[in-house]
């Protein structure tokens, strides 16, 4: 059975950091992923890593947040730095192994100005 675990989001000042934890469990996926929802607003792409190694992030971070995983402890990271209000929003964990995909229960992201 897939699970998949978020954790380490809280409250933190504007230009501050968070990293965000993803444990997985399962097996492998073909793809694991970030995405985010804002209050009000659709969730988003945020950013991936394939199975491969290679990360794609969405355009508007501006290179602020970075995705990496263990593979052998089987944990996805997202650390993000220079966080800005915008950025709060509920923070989902994504598992794909085609044809399903798999979330987690996600965690909160706050950032004040």
């Known amino acids: 059975q897939v699970q998949l675990v978020e954790s380490g989001g809280g409250s933190v000042q504007a230009g501050g950091s968070l990293r965000l934890s993803c444990v997985f469990s399962?097996?492998?996926?073909?793809?694991m992923g970030w995405y985010r929802q804002a209050p009000g607003k659709q969730r988003e792409f945020v950013a991936q890593m394939d199975r491969s190694g290679t990360p794609t992030y969405a355009g508007s971070l501006n290179g602020r947040f970075t995705i990496s995983k263990e593979n052998a402890r089987n944990i996805m990271y997202l650390q993000m730095n220079s966080l800005k209000p915008e950025d709060t929003a509920v923070y989902y964990c994504?598992?794909?192994?085609?044809?399903?995909?798999?979330w987690g229960q996600g965690t909160q992201v706050t950032v004040s100005s």
């Open positions: 399962g097996g492998p996926m073909d793809v």
């Open positions: 994504n598992g794909e192994r085609y044809p399903n995909q798999y």
